[in-house]
């Protein structure tokens, strides 16, 4: 099935697509930066054949992101992108150490780790790029400013990155949620239950909806995709 390295495995989403793609035969490289114990109950859950390696690194900085390139010792059929931080405030209220972490976690992290895995994928003429974003990187959020400034750029890699690859038979996509139910999105019950009106299959989404979404990219039936935003919001725009 090839071998995937899924960044940001520890969380609540990365954990799901982890846990799907080795239900799917897929060979596993997971990273993590601070949340070991989550991913130690995940590796619980996973054949010992199909978990390949699992790399710490902070990748709020420079050095972590190259403790993460130089510790990738298997060649690299798929990515997934699924690390973030969020932050919740007024963009004047929001510390110049906020707005670095998340850039570099959100774009300057996985332009350098594609760019370091993307000479095998061209020799080889084969490979999946897959960007976690969100619906604010879309259409933005007042007081998520940053973070809807970082999700549209990762969309726009996405964009540009697919035009400069396909012809090397390596498909680039993004995958846009809306609102999953995850502790990133920790809101009262009043507040779920008002959102809830808002979007059209009136629930929340969840962390195996985009795992869904990520197994059918990485599948035969989703070859033919690439270059898109793929929405999974429940009809919320």
């Known amino acids: 099935m090839g071998n995937v390295l899924i960044i940001g495995a520890s969380g609540e989403i990365g954990s799901q697509i982890a846990l799907q793609l080795g239900k799917e035969g897929y060979s596993l490289i997971l990273h993590y930066h601070q949340n070991y114990h989550s991913?130690?109950?995940?590796?619980?859950?996973?054949?010992?054949?199909?978990?390949?390696?699992?790399?710490?690194?902070?990748?709020?900085?420079?050095?972590?992101?190259?403790?993460?390139?130089?510790?990738?010792?298997?060649p690299i059929d798929a990515v997934i992108f699924s690390s973030g931080i969020a932050y919740?405030?007024?963009?004047?209220?929001?510390?110049?150490?906020?707005?670095?972490?998340?850039?570099?976690?959100?774009?300057?992290?996985?332009?350098?780790?594609?760019?370091?895995?993307?000479?095998?994928?061209?020799?080889?003429?084969?490979?999946?790029?897959?960007?976690?974003?969100?619906?604010?990187?879309?259409?933005?959020?007042?007081?998520?400013v940053v973070y809807s400034t970082v999700k549209g750029a990762q969309n726009a890699f996405v964009k540009a990155l697919a035009k400069e690859v396909g012809p090397s038979g390596i498909t680039v996509n993004a995958i846009s949620p809306g609102f999953i139910d995850t502790k990133m999105n920790p809101l009262s019950q009043e507040e779920k239950a008002q959102l809830m009106e808002e979007i059209p299959l009136n629930r929340p989404g969840k962390p195996e909806?985009?795992?869904?979404?990520?197994?059918?990219?990485?599948?035969?039936?989703?070859?033919?995709?690439?270059g898109e935003i793929l929405r999974i919001s429940g009809g919320w725009d």
Request: hydrophobic content about 45%; proline content about 4%.
């Open 209 to 226: 909806d985009v795992a869904n979404a990520v197994t059918f990219l990485l599948s035969q039936q989703g070859a033919y995709i690439h």
């Open 88 to 144: 919740y405030g007024l963009l004047q209220d929001t510390p110049e150490k906020v707005m670095d972490d998340m850039l570099s976690i959100h774009v300057k992290a996985p332009l350098a780790i594609v760019k370091s895995i993307l000479p095998d994928m061209i020799r080889r003429k084969s490979g999946k790029i897959i960007m976690i974003s969100s619906i604010w990187g879309e259409i933005g959020a007042s007081y998520e």
């Open 39 to 74: 991913l130690e109950q995940l590796i619980k859950e996973i054949p010992d054949h199909q978990l390949l390696d699992c790399i710490q690194a902070d990748l709020t900085n420079e050095q972590g992101i190259n403790r993460l390139i130089g510790n990738i010792a298997y």
